[in-house]
C-alpha cells in the first residue's frame, strides 16, 4: 500500500482526508499507512470500529476503502472513507469499491445508513457519492491534512437507496465477522 500511495493519492493537492499522511517522502507515507492500519486493528473494539479493505483489481493493489462505526449494534449506521492511486483515478474504481462496500454492509451485517463526506472542491469524491445514491446531510467546518479550516460536504444514504449497479457483492466469511461484531446470527 505504501508504494502505491507514494505515488500520490491527490490530484491538484486538493485536501482530501483531516491527517496529512499522503505527504513526504515514501519512507514516511509508509510509516504512515503502518501505523494507520495498525491503530485500526489494536484498537478495534466491537462498539468503535473501522475496517480498511485493499481494493484490488486484477489482483494488484489499488486502494483503500474503510468504513467505520461507533455502538454500530444499536445505530446500524456507518462511514466509509477511501482512497485511490492517483494514476488509478478516473476508472470507475471508486464507484465500485464504494458500491461493495455499501452492499455487503447492507445485506450481510444490516447496516442501514451510511454517512460520508468531501470538503469542497474534491468533485471526484462527490461523484461517487451521488452515482451511488447520497444526498445533502448538511456541513461541517473541519481542519483539513493542509492545517486550515475547510467546510466538509456531509452526505447520507439509506441502506434500500443504494444505487446498486448489475454487479454482484459476493462476501465470505459474513458469518465471523458478524460474531465479531456483536450481532446475531443471519
Do not use: C
Not at 483489481?57 to 456507518?78: E, I, L, M
Not at 492511486?85 to 469499491?97: D, F, R, T, V, W
Request: glycine letters at 10%; proline letters at 2%.
Amino acid at each position: 500500500m505504501a508504494d502505491i500511495a507514494a505515488g500520490g493519492v491527490r490530484r491538484n493537492n486538493i485536501p482530501a482526508f483531516l491527517v496529512n499522511w499522503d505527504s513526504g517522502t515514501p519512507e514516511e507515507i509508509a510509516r504512515s499507512i503502518a501505523q494507520y492500519q495498525w491503530g485500526t486493528r489494536a484498537n478495534f473494539r466491537v462498539d468503535d470500529w473501522t475496517m480498511e479493505f485493499t481494493v484490488r483489481v486484477n489482483g494488484r493493489a489499488v486502494g483503500v476503502q474503510g468504513v467505520s462505526a461507533t455502538d454500530f449494534v444499536r445505530t446500524r449506521a456507518v462511514s466509509t472513507g477511501s482512497w485511490l492511486a492517483l494514476h488509478e483515478q478516473g476508472k470507475g474504481y471508486g464507484s465500485q469499491m464504494r458500491r461493495a462496500a455499501l452492499v455487503a454492509f447492507a445485506d450481510h451485517f444490516d447496516a442501514r445508513e451510511f454517512n460520508s463526506g468531501y470538503f469542497e472542491g474534491n468533485a471526484a469524491s462527490r461523484r461517487v457519492s451521488e452515482k451511488l445514491g447520497y444526498t445533502p446531510n448538511g456541513v461541517k467546518t473541519l481542519v483539513a491534512q493542509d492545517g486550515q479550516a475547510r467546510v466538509e460536504q456531509q452526505v447520507i444514504l439509506a441502506a434500500q437507496e443504494i444505487v446498486r449497479g448489475t454487479e454482484p457483492v459476493e462476501v465470505a466469511g459474513a458469518e465471523v465477522v458478524r460474531r465479531f461484531l456483536g450481532l446475531k446470527q443471519a
